[in-house]
């Protein structure tokens, strides 16, 4: 089906076919209902990060944290308030380095925090360190326009 994008549900991980001309920021899923976009980053497992970085088609924003991290902790705000900003257009995840060890071993994870920005199933950026919201949605927006 050409005119669509596929979006993954941040609840049920289920793909879902948005077409182009309507507003993704409305969208619901076709499985479980829940609205594809709430304004708030979503807290995923190995399996749902690899889902929503493979299998969507809009651009996918990754905090890797931990819960022991004081810069982690501080940043916290700031990303969730990028969410609300980037939302439809970016998905925001936060994956858990503590509790997905082979996700950061996987991703080369050296530092925590640290962001990374994948878009067609591929990193095109990444950085280290506390960054506050209106530096999170300038450099993802610099980023992706660098890479289009």
Not at 17 to 24: E, G, I, L, Q, T
Not at 28 to 33: D, E, I, L, V, Y
Request: charged letters at 20%; proline letters at 8%.
């Amino acid at each position: 089906m050409s005119g669509s994008r596929q979006i993954v549900c941040p609840q049920c991980a289920g793909i879902n076919r948005v077409p182009n001309d309507k507003p993704a920021g409305a969208a619901r899923c076709g499985k479980c209902s829940t609205p594809l976009f709430s304004g708030k980053p979503v807290e995923v497992n190995a399996e749902a990060f690899d889902r929503h970085v493979q299998r969507g088609d809009i651009p996918v924003l990754v905090d890797v944290w931990a819960p022991w991290c004081g810069p982690c902790r501080m940043m916290a705000p700031a990303f969730e308030a990028a969410a609300a900003e980037l939302e439809p257009g970016v998905r925001l995840l936060k994956v858990n380095s503590e509790a997905e060890p082979a996700v950061s071993a996987r991703l080369g994870i050296r530092s925590i925090p640290t962001l990374l920005l994948f878009a067609g199933g591929r990193e095109i950026a990444r950085v280290s360190g506390a960054m506050a919201a209106s530096q999170i949605v300038s450099w993802t927006r610099g980023r992706l326009a660098s890479a289009a």
